[in-house]
C-alpha cells in the first residue's frame, strides 16, 4: 500500500494534522534508524548509548510531527547560536531556556523523589556562586545591599525529626532591585550570599532581605522567546537555599512569600511548590527583633520560619 497515507503533517509544511504518504514515512523512519544504529558500538558506556538512542528517537519524532521547515530549524541554531554567544562566568542563557521550558524543575523531579515529609527540592537557578563567604548563626548575608531586612530562622531534621547539627547551608538571593550580586558588571562587594552551619540543635538564623519579585534576564534570546509566546519573564519573590550535610540527600530549594501576587501570575521557571510557600510576618518599625539587633528607627522588617526536612542519601 505505497499510496496509502500515514497521519503525520501536511508535505507542504502546513502543521500537523494532514496526512503524508507512506513512502515518505518509511523513508523518515529509515533514517531514524540508522542513527539510533550507529550507537550500536557505544564502548564501555551503556548509559550514554541509551541516552543517545533515545534522545535521537525523541528529536526525529518531535522532527517529523511538526514537520519542522528547513527555516525553522536555522532560526532554532541561530537562538542557540545567541544564547551561546551571551553566555560567560556571570550569565548562564541555557540554565535560563532550561528553566523556563520547565526541564530544569521535571529533571528536578525525577532526581528528587518524593519521601516521607522531606522538603521539596526546586530549580537551582543561574546565579548560585560557589565560596560564599561563611556567616556565624545570626549574621547578615545583605552585605549592605538595598532592601528591608528579614528575620530567618529554622531547623534541620531528618524525616524522623532528629536535628542534623553541622549541617552546611547555602543562602543567596537578589536585592530590592531584583538584581544579584554577579549580575553587576563593574566589580564590587558579594552581597545577598553566604554560608552557615546548623548548631547542635539543628537550628540556624540569619539576616536577609524580604524577597521580591523580579524579571530573570530578558535581554537575550531567552527574554525574546518568553516576548514571543506572551510569558512573563517575572519570578515569584523567594530565598534560595542549598543543604548539605553527610548522610542525606542534598537538598536545592527555594522558599516564597505567602501573599505575593506574582504567585497568582506565575512563576517563569515553574519553580513553585504550594509546600515552600511561607508567611513572611510584617514588623513595624522600632518593634524589638529577636536578637536584639538595633535597626534604624524608620525600617520596618520581616521575619519567616522554614524548617528544613532532609531525606536520607539515596532516597
Do not use: C
Not at 509546600?275 to 510584617?282: A, E, G, P, W
Amino acid at each position: 500500500m505505497t499510496d496509502a497515507m500515514i497521519p503525520g503533517a501536511s508535505e507542504h509544511h502546513g502543521g500537523p494534522g494532514a496526512p503524508i504518504s507512506a513512502e515518505q514515512a518509511r523513508r523518515e523512519q529509515e533514517l531514524t534508524d540508522r542513527v539510533v544504529a550507529s550507537f550500536a558500538n557505544t564502548p564501555g558506556n551503556p548509559r550514554l548509548k541509551y541516552l543517545m538512542e533515545t534522545f535521537v528517537k525523541h528529536a526525529h519524532a518531535f522532527v517529523r510531527e511538526v514537520r519542522l521547515t528547513e527555516q525553522e530549524w536555522n532560526l532554532w541554531i541561530d537562538f542557540l547560536t545567541k544564547a551561546g554567544h551571551i553566555t560567560d562566568d556571570r550569565r548562564q542563557e541555557f540554565v535560563l531556556l532550561s528553566d523556563v521550558l520547565g526541564i530544569s524543575m521535571q529533571t528536578i523531579a525525577v532526581n528528587n523523589e518524593a519521601y516521607r515529609d522531606a522538603t521539596e527540592a526546586t530549580v537551582f537557578g543561574p546565579f548560585f556562586v560557589d565560596d560564599a563567604p561563611l556567616i556565624e548563626n545570626g549574621g547578615d548575608i545583605a552585605g549592605g545591599a538595598p532592601g528591608e531586612p528579614s528575620w530567618v530562622e529554622g531547623t534541620v531534621t531528618d524525616t524522623d525529626g532528629t536535628p542534623i547539627p553541622g549541617a552546611r547551608i547555602e543562602v543567596w538571593e537578589a536585592d530590592d532591585e531584583g538584581l544579584y550580586d554577579v549580575q553587576h558588571t563593574e566589580e564590587q562587594q558579594v552581597y545577598g550570599r553566604a554560608h552557615l552551619f546548623s548548631d547542635e540543635h539543628g537550628g540556624y538564623r540569619f539576616w536577609g532581605l524580604t524577597p521580591t519579585p523580579y524579571p530573570i534576564p530578558n535581554d537575550g534570546p531567552v527574554g525574546k522567546l518568553l516576548d514571543a509566546v506572551g510569558r512573563s519573564p517575572y519570578r515569584a519573590a523567594h530565598l534560595h537555599f542549598m543543604v548539605v550535610a553527610e548522610g542525606y540527600r542534598t537538598l536545592v530549594t527555594h522558599i516564597f512569600v505567602e501573599g505575593d501576587p506574582q504567585l497568582e501570575r506565575g512563576d517563569s521557571v515553574f519553580g513553585v511548590k504550594d509546600s515552600l510557600i511561607k508567611t513572611f510576618s510584617r514588623h513595624e518599625a522600632g518593634e524589638p527583633t529577636p536578637d536584639g539587633r538595633q535597626l534604624p528607627p524608620d525600617r520596618s522588617w520581616s521575619s519567616v520560619r522554614f524548617d528544613i526536612v532532609l531525606a536520607p542519601q539515596g532516597a
